[in-house]
């Protein structure tokens, strides 16, 4: 059992760092405050391949590894974590479903590939109003046309980067009396006729992360962009939720991690009775607890990325470690605010952001209720 990452796993690690560091770090109080997306930021991390990091150079591609993936997404989220849903949505969910579905190879690199450089931005439509952790209350409908085209009616929500995305993956039934059985899925190009955004979300946390409802009236796609065929879509979407989980999870240890750091340092600083507050007892063990539990959900993250990568089952292992490094996530930040004191509670200490952002990743993507029956299913068989 090898835990060393390999030399372009370092790489990456060290890219996206570098980039968090230098480009994203600076102006992040005002993003948070005016909810901005970084666009032109995105589009910059984007010409390095990262958005294609996991997918093979055949279909656009840059052929590396899942675990480089999340080792990317972690580091983002250290400093900016709504760039790093941005990044996991894009790359995990939208690609994912490419990737994941029939579709011909020559189909999946035309849609693949503008989204790998940052050229294109992508986003999934999968939840409705109806239809949150019970994706059978779908309520878009596809209808097929006599030339072979479909139509498609009905509403998304809380789609991210739904504003910005170039190229949409929706869900849709193409018989409602089928439920998920009928399920097809289909990629829906910006500026396509009906195809328009509706409300922007004003969120908790994830400020800048761009989250909106997106609206289908008689949206007429070619038969082309149909990457899952009737009775195909609902086993592709899940499918893709699973790889989407591991992109939460090392968006959840990146926020652990970097409150973790933000409060060391602080704790090193920070003078009450005559010494550093690290040296009392008590912080210095509650911080022994919290280093614990973070490198038992690193432990998690990394083994359900090389699961996936490896071809082997990895719905249980991403569900696991997305249930661990998003709780973690939680209860690391919410300790660091406390550490902080007064100061942890001001915006220029970052760790109310953190705090903020943190907690949406127990909700989405599955909220953690459900990880644990996914986890648990498998224990009773």
Request: aromatic share 8%; hydrophobic share 40%; net charge negative.
């Amino acid at each position: 059992m090898n835990f060393e990452l390999t030399q372009d796993q370092q790489q990456m690690q060290a890219l996206a760092r570098e980039f968090a560091e230098k480009d994203l770090q600076p102006g992040i109080l005002e993003r948070d405050a005016s909810g901005e997306f970084p666009l032109e930021l995105f589009k910059k991390f984007g010409k390095t391949g990262v958005y294609g990091l996991p997918y093979p150079t055949e279909v656009g591609g840059l052929g590396g590894s899942y675990l480089a993936y999340a080792l990317a997404v972690e580091e983002v989220s250290k400093v900016d974590a709504a760039f790093g849903i941005a990044f996991s949505v894009d790359t995990s969910l939208y690609g994912g479903s490419i990737m994941n579905s029939s579709a011909p190879d020559e189909i999946k690199k035309k849609f693949l590939e503008p989204i790998t450089y940052g050229e294109k931005i992508g986003s999934f439509g999968l939840t409705e109003h109806t239809a949150g952790s019970d994706a059978a209350g779908q309520r878009t409908v596809a209808t097929q046309q006599a030339d072979g085209s479909w139509v498609i009616n009905g509403s998304k929500c809380f789609n991210t980067n739904g504003p910005l995305a170039d190229l949409t993956v929706i869900y849709a039934l193409t018989d409602p009396e089928l439920g998920t059985k009928g399920m097809a899925a289909f990629v829906v190009e910006k500026g396509t006729p009906g195809f328009t955004v509706g409300k922007v979300e004003n969120k908790m946390g994830i400020r800048t992360a761009q989250v909106s409802d997106m609206h289908l009236d008689n949206v007429h796609v070619p038969a082309e962009n149909m990457i899952a065929p009737p009775g195909k879509g609902f086993q592709l979407a899940m499918k893709t939720l699973d790889g989407g989980r591991i992109g939460v999870a090392a968006q959840g240890l990146g926020i652990a991690k970097g409150a973790f750091e933000i409060a060391r340092k602080y704790m090193m600083e920070r003078q009450q009775f005559g010494k550093p507050i690290c040296k009392q007892q008590y912080l210095a063990f509650k911080m022994a607890e919290l280093q614990t539990k973070i490198e038992a959900a690193e432990l998690l993250l990394y083994k359900a990325a090389v699961c996936k990568e490896e071809g082997k089952p990895y719905s249980v292992p991403a569900a696991m470690a997305k249930l661990t490094c998003t709780n973690v996530a939680m209860e690391v930040t919410t300790e660091a605010v406390q550490m902080l004191g007064g100061n942890g509670f001001m915006k220029d200490y970052h760790v109310e952001r953190m705090m903020r952002d943190a907690k949406i990743t127990q909700i989405y993507e599955g909220t953690n209720e459900i990880q644990k029956l996914v986890i648990s299913g498998p224990i009773f068989r």
